[in-house]
């Protein structure tokens, strides 16, 4: 069984805000969490899941996440998977633009152009 952590954080809405919380999985090393940010309100709610942080750790990361400018809760909550369920946090190839597209700012110009 893996133990998947569930952050569920309501803060100020602020893109800065979000970097930081997710700067807490950077420094451990740790792969980019599933999140969820939501807008209700004057409050952003996030939603973070990681089955890496284990839980030891989680409590640790979900106080320092209470102690950030601009949180005003974070609740905390543990949930038990089966390995052969455990989210796959490892990278996932990004598909090629096709060479018919033109990306935003590219100066390469379609033949139709």
Excluded: W, Y
Aim: glycine share 8%; net charge neutral; with cysteine.
């Amino acid at each position: 069984m893996t133990i998947c952590s569930s952050f569920t954080i309501v803060g100020e809405p602020s893109a800065a805000l979000l970097s930081r919380l997710l700067g807490f999985f950077s420094q451990h090393d740790l792969g980019a969490p599933e999140m969820t940010v939501t807008r209700r309100g004057g409050d952003m709610i996030v939603q973070l899941e990681s089955a890496d942080l284990g839980a030891q750790l989680a409590p640790v990361v979900s106080a320092k996440m209470g102690s950030l400018v601009g949180v005003r809760h974070v609740d905390l909550t543990f949930t038990e998977i089966a390995a052969d369920h455990a989210p796959n946090l490892a990278l996932q190839p990004v598909p090629a633009h096709r060479p018919s597209q033109r990306m935003p700012g590219s100066r390469h110009k379609r033949s139709s152009d």
